[in-house]
């Protein structure tokens, strides 16, 4: 057997797994059974961003909403529903009437929770100073009122600011409930004569919430077998960031991604990620290690060198010449314009990629004289071929890099034995 071939596979370092505890675990609060895609925010770091949940007093299960509480009475991991009702109406002074102070505010756009086809709308309006003349207005009996003032819940939920204003109340809040609940307060229409008819019981019952089981950032984490969940920016002392939960550590979008799992080779001293191995053609590509975590417009450092005897260059690749630190005290000259990128490479001036177009050569040369660095990596040539061009200095040509190279591998037959 060829020496190489053996010798490849040593070649191959597995980068060490992050040693980080797969940390989610189910929780439990009184005789809720806490478990992913929520979170006990004391438990876990696993879970959905906005599907975190508080245990108090280690029996009463709640989930904020804008920091208002709502108590959880169950999860239906399977129907994506939570059930709650607004801690307020537990106050347990006036049960027939429930004074809540705060309207469920939810930023559909941003929420991991919408409302559920079950809610339904009541209107309660607090200690108004006049009494409220139309007919859907149940008065509520047995609330603190200072003085004439009294309070009305409006069970077809429509209420405006401007109802509010004119009897003078001093709040309006919409609540949720269950429609089949509601139903049951206010047996047919009109409203029943007398206020106390289970208002409090209505609202306690609560109402539905229905959560995102799926989300464009969790899907391809969960589909690698990963579970998402949010860490502590390392960088920001207040963020947090968006991290996939694998068996063999956190990873950034799904397991099997990053230096946990990606074969990388070693050459001169420098890192390259294996894009693939073809044993039939005896090749493999390779991606320098630092343009794939360098962002839309990566950097290279280094020219690519290998030990000649077992690696070679193929007739597939071609260069990119990269010029670092180039015009630092005086303007680009406009012609050099086309081939100008963003980032600066290591060190102040501008930076320029050129590609292996003859019509460059001379320009280049020029330009060349003005620079403090240069260099050319190859990459491949169907793959240059393909690019768009045009927005090759906008970033494009890292889209190039990132596919990487091709270098062959020889069976140095002289070596056998
Ligand atoms: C958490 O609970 C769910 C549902 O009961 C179960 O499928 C899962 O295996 C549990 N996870 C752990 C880590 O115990
Ligand atoms: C938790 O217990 C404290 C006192 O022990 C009490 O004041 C508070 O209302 C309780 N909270 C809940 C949600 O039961
Ligand atoms: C909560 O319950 C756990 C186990 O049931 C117990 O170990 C812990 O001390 C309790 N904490 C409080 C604050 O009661
Ligand atoms: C309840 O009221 C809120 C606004 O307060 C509204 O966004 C929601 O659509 C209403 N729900 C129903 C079922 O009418
Ligand atoms: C408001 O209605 C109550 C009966 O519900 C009545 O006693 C009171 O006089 C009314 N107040 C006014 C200002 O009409
Ligand atoms: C609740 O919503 C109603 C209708 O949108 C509004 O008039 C009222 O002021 C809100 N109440 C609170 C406490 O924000
Ligand atoms: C209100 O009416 C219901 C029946 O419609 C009755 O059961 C209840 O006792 C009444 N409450 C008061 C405070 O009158
Ligand atoms: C190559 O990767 C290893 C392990 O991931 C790391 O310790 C080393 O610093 C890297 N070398 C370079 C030149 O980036
Ligand atoms: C590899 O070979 C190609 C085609 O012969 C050539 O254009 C390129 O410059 C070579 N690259 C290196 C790094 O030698
Ligand atoms: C491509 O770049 C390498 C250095 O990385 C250099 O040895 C080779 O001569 C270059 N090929 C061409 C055609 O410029
Ligand atoms: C360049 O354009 C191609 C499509 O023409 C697009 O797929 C690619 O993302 C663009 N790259 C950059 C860095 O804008």
Not at 9 to 18: I, N, S
Not at 30 to 42: C, K, M, T
Not at 374 to 398: I, K
Request: proline fraction near 6%.
């Amino acid at each position: 057997m060829a020496p190489l071939l053996l010798l490849l596979p040593a070649l191959l370092l597995l980068a060490a797994a992050d040693a980080f505890p797969a940390s989610c675990s189910n929780a439990t609060c009184g005789v809720h059974d806490i478990h992913y895609p929520f979170r006990l925010d004391s438990a876990s770091d696993c879970g959905y961003p906005g599907l975190v949940l508080v245990c108090e007093n280690n029996s009463t299960l709640i989930l904020p909403v804008k920091s208002h509480r709502y108590r959880v009475f169950s999860i239906d991991y399977g129907r994506h529903t939570v059930s709650v009702f607004d801690a307020d109406a537990d106050d347990g002074e006036y049960p027939v009437c429930p004074r809540l102070h705060v309207n469920l505010t939810i930023d559909y756009a941003s929420s991991w929770l919408q409302p559920a086809p079950s809610d339904s709308n009541i209107t309660f309006l607090y200690n108004c100073k006049k009494n409220a003349s139309w007919s859907s207005a149940v008065e509520l009996i047995g609330c603190q009122a200072d003085g004439d003032k009294r309070s009305y819940v409006l069970p077809d939920g429509v209420a405006t600011g401007a109802e509010a204003y004119e009897y003078e109340c001093e709040e309006v809040v919409v609540a949720p409930v269950l429609g089949v609940h509601k139903a049951r307060m206010v047996p047919g229409s009109p409203a029943p004569a007398n206020g106390s008819v289970g208002v409090g019981d209505v609202v306690r019952a609560g109402f539905e919430l229905m959560y995102n089981a799926h989300s464009p950032q969790c899907d391809g984490c969960e589909r690698s077998g990963g579970w998402c969940g949010y860490r502590h920016d390392q960088m920001d002392a207040d963020g947090m960031e968006l991290t996939c939960f694998c068996d063999s550590g956190p990873a950034a979008d799904r397991c099997g991604e990053g230096p946990s799992a990606t074969p990388v080779i070693r050459l001169a001293g420098e890192n390259y990620t294996v894009q693939s191995i073809s044993y039939d053609s005896r090749t493999i590509i390779l991606t320098d290690s630092d343009v794939l975590i360098g962002g839309s417009c990566p950097v290279v450092h280094h020219d690519v060198s290998f030990d000649s005897v077992w690696l070679h260059n193929t007739s597939y690749n071609d260069n990119l010449t990269f010029h670092f630190g180039c015009y630092s005290r005086d303007p680009v000259p406009p012609a050099f314009d086309k081939y100008q990128i963003d980032p600066a490479g290591d060190g102040d001036g501008a930076s320029f990629v050129f590609t292996p177009d003859n019509h460059d050569r001379a320009q280049e040369q020029d330009l060349a004289v003005h620079c403090n660095d240069a260099v050319s990596v190859p990459v491949r040539s169907d793959v240059l071929m393909a690019t768009n061009q045009n927005n090759f200095t906008r970033g494009g040509y890292g889209d190039v890099l990132k596919q990487g190279f091709e270098l062959a591998w020889s069976m140095n037959n002289e070596q056998d034995g």
